[in-house]
């Protein structure tokens, strides 16, 4: 939990903040509107201490199947489909190539200065970096399973880079469109 004064303070002495979206929300439990980040911010779906999307969205689904917070965890793939902008829609079970198009474009148009994605968000991939207050053998060790050749020869691997490529240049912040910073 971020104390209330934690944000109007960075904003005053000019450090950007971070605006990840699971931590910023309306007080119906929806993620905030992209478009009205802190132009002095950092957006980022997800960081190293907290599953990668795909792995949020198969965790809410366990929890469902498990019978445990059943409509806490339905709310939340409610709000992940509302923030990829496919509010209306049955969330799907397994993590879909719409889904990750629809979450990875809503942060890229944030108003943010900066926008950062770890790989395995780009890949849609549900393997974590970081398990906070756990000592394992796992936590920092996370290799990706492709080379940067396979990552080129992979047709589904190649077509999410193209999508995330795509979508950074319809955004504005792709390499060579106007106002990026590459």
Aim: charged content about 20%; overall charge negative.
């Amino acid at each position: 939990m971020v104390p209330d004064y934690v944000h109007p303070t960075l904003q005053k002495l000019g450090v950007p903040g971070f605006r990840i979206p699971m931590f910023f929300r309306g007080h119906d439990g929806s993620y905030s509107d992209p478009k009205q980040y802190p132009r002095l911010s950092l957006a980022q779906p997800t960081t190293h201490d907290h599953p990668p999307l795909a792995a949020a969205w198969a965790e809410c689904w366990q929890n469902i199947d498990a019978g445990k917070d059943v409509e806490a965890n339905r709310h939340e793939l409610s709000a992940m489909m509302k923030f990829a902008g496919l509010e209306g829609c049955e969330p799907p079970r397994q993590f879909s190539g719409q889904l990750q198009e629809g979450f990875t474009r809503a942060v890229l148009e944030s108003s943010s200065w900066l926008v950062v994605f770890q790989i395995t968000d780009v890949f849609g991939m549900t393997a974590r970096f970081n398990t906070p207050g756990s000592v394992a053998a796992t936590n920092w060790s996370y290799r990706l399973p492709h080379t940067v050749r396979q990552l080129d020869e992979d047709p589904g691997l190649l077509q999410q880079t193209q999508m995330f490529s795509r979508l950074a240049q319809e955004s504005g912040r792709g390499s060579g469109s106007p106002g990026a910073v590459t």
